[in-house]
């Protein structure tokens, strides 16, 4: 069945609201907070450790770290509490986007069992299971996704146990690497052009010779497609192949997107049909789909990428996270005088979906004579 992906009509008169058609928490997220509180429930008295944060969302973390549980590592990997520290007796919660094989050894070496208190999503255990897959028929694996993101670590970690793997962070590495495909680049820089990319013993002579491309979950689709398209017709042309040989040179990967970030990127597309004046994208800033929401509003208006409702201070500034710059910075005069104002909201898959209620009361609160929620709601009845 066609997806409707139209976004919904808040009006409330001067201010209209779109609002995204699917937004916020996925599967994945609010199966990983369920386990997450019911583990510390059922452990009292234990020291409860997340391996890094349980979701990109500052106040689902907040939340964790009050009732006591604490981070082994920070989001790029790097060790806050030493794994020597852990003994058999403390409970190890796996977040949702999966941890490496040496993590989970480590674990059990210790005698903590990785898979007691392990939320990771089943659409990124479906990606490992691709991986695996076209591990078993020899090709090998690129993975479109952050290098230094946990999901891409895991996802790294768990193909280069049964394949030769490499990571390509965006096209122009996808181009980058083409390059040693088709023999146009020397074989000796791939070692340092693909540093801590690649997996041990990488052999760029025969190990690039059948490849399938899988991802990061929450990468654009659009740009998976392209690298994954593009890569595909580099494979045709080398080995001079057709649609119906590719199969001998470049695995069908076509399904490893999760539904989530399909969905709420979907609905993005829908919002960018509307004629709205600029769009809020709520989401904690270090959370991979939603930035690429943001990136995918910027391209048509201007965006503003927010944490909190908070962080609309009045109804001319707005402390916003400027994926460029990489920090928050504060914009004057952010609603326009246009009547009726109209603004897309949408917001990430680890974002509750209370924070876009409370956006959206923020913005309400600047329009004295706009219909209340009340009033709006009972419209829809
Ligand atoms: S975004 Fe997708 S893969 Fe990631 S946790 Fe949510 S459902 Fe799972």
Same mark, same amino acid.
């Given at each position: 069945?066609?997806?409707?992906?139209?976004?919904?009509?808040?009006?409330?008169?001067?201010?209209?609201?779109?609002?995204?058609?699917?937004?916020?928490?996925?599967?994945?997220?609010?199966?990983?907070?369920?386990?997450?509180?019911?583990?510390?429930?059922?452990?009292?008295?234990?020291?409860?450790?997340?391996?890094?944060?349980?979701?990109?969302?500052?106040?689902?973390?907040?939340?964790?770290? *009050?009732?006591?549980?604490?981070?082994?590592?920070?989001?790029?990997?790097?060790?806050?509490?030493?794994?020597?520290?852990?003994?058999?007796?403390?409970?190890?919660?796996?977040?949702?986007?999966?941890?490496?094989?040496?993590?989970?050894?480590?674990?059990?070496?210790?005698?903590?069992?990785?898979?007691?208190?392990?939320?990771?999503?089943?659409?990124?255990?479906?990606?490992?299971?691709?991986?695996?897959?076209?591990?078993?028929?020899?090709?090998?694996?690129?993975?479109?996704?952050?290098?230094?993101?946990?999901?891409?670590?895991?996802?790294?970690?768990?193909?280069?146990?049964?394949?030769?793997? +490499?990571?390509?962070?965006?096209?122009? *590495?996808?181009?980058?690497?083409?390059?040693?495909?088709?023999?146009?680049?020397?074989?000796?820089?791939? *070692?340092?052009?693909?540093?801590?990319?690649?997996?041990?013993?990488?052999?760029?002579?025969?190990?690039?010779?059948?490849?399938?491309?899988?991802?990061?979950?929450?990468?654009?689709?659009?740009?998976?497609?392209?690298?994954?398209?593009?890569?595909?017709?580099?494979?045709?042309?080398?080995?001079?192949?057709?649609?119906?040989?590719?199969?001998?040179?470049?695995?069908?990967?076509?399904?490893?997107?999760?539904?989530?970030?399909?969905?709420?990127?979907?609905?993005?597309?829908?919002?960018?049909?509307?004629?709205?004046?600029?769009? +809020?994208?709520?989401?904690?800033?270090?959370?991979?789909?939603?930035?690429?929401?943001?990136?995918?509003?910027?391209?048509?208006?201007?965006?503003?990428?927010?944490?909190?409702?908070?962080?609309?201070?009045?109804?001319?500034?707005?402390?916003?996270?400027?994926?460029?710059?990489?920090?928050? +910075?504060?914009?004057?005069?952010?609603?326009?005088?246009?009547?009726?104002?109209?603004?897309?909201?949408?917001?990430?898959?680890?974002?509750?979906?209370?924070?876009?209620?409370?956006?959206?009361?923020?913005?309400?609160?600047?329009?004295?004579?706009?219909?209340?929620?009340?009033?709006?709601?009972?419209?829809?009845?």
């Amino acid at each position: 069945m066609k997806k409707d992906f139209s976004p919904t009509l808040l009006d409330f008169g001067p201010l209209q609201i779109y609002l995204a058609r699917h937004f916020g928490f996925c599967y994945g997220v609010e199966n990983a907070i369920e386990i997450a509180f019911k583990t510390i429930e059922e452990n009292p008295g234990k020291r409860i450790f997340l391996l890094s944060e349980m979701i990109h969302n500052p106040q689902v973390n907040a939340d964790l770290l *009050e009732k006591g549980v604490v981070f082994l590592q920070d989001t790029r990997g790097q060790q806050v509490i030493p794994f020597e520290s852990l003994t058999k007796d403390d409970v190890v919660i796996i977040p949702a986007f999966g941890t490496t094989l040496a993590i989970e050894k480590k674990l059990e070496d210790t005698g903590i069992p990785s898979h007691k208190y392990n939320t990771t999503c089943p659409f990124v255990e479906k990606v490992w299971n691709r991986s695996e897959q076209i591990a078993k028929n020899n090709y090998t694996v690129v993975v479109h996704g952050k290098p230094t993101h946990e999901e891409t670590r895991a996802t790294f970690s768990h193909a280069a146990a049964n394949t030769p793997t +490499i990571i390509v962070n965006d096209m122009a *590495e996808a181009i980058a690497l083409a390059k040693y495909i088709t023999g146009e680049k020397n074989a000796m820089d791939l *070692e340092k052009e693909f540093a801590g990319k690649f997996s041990e013993g990488f052999d760029v002579t025969k190990d690039l010779e059948r490849i399938g491309v899988v991802n990061q979950t929450t990468m654009l689709a659009s740009d998976t497609q392209a690298i994954s398209d593009f890569l595909k017709q580099v494979m045709l042309e080398k080995y001079k192949l057709d649609p119906a040989t590719i199969e001998e040179r470049f695995a069908d990967t076509r399904d490893t997107l999760c539904y989530a970030t399909n969905d709420n990127q979907s609905a993005v597309y829908g919002l960018l049909e509307t004629d709205a004046d600029l769009a +809020i994208i709520v989401g904690g800033y270090n959370s991979s789909n939603t930035s690429h929401l943001v990136e995918l509003c910027e391209e048509k208006l201007p965006a503003y990428f927010i944490n909190s409702a908070e962080k609309i201070i009045s109804a001319e500034n707005i402390s916003h996270y400027d994926l460029h710059k990489k920090q928050e +910075i504060i914009t004057t005069n952010f609603l326009p005088a246009t009547k009726p104002l109209k603004i897309l909201i949408t917001s990430g898959a680890s974002c509750p979906d209370a924070l876009v209620e409370e956006v959206i009361n923020k913005l309400l609160s600047f329009f004295p004579a706009v219909k209340t929620s009340a009033a709006l709601i009972s419209s829809f009845a």
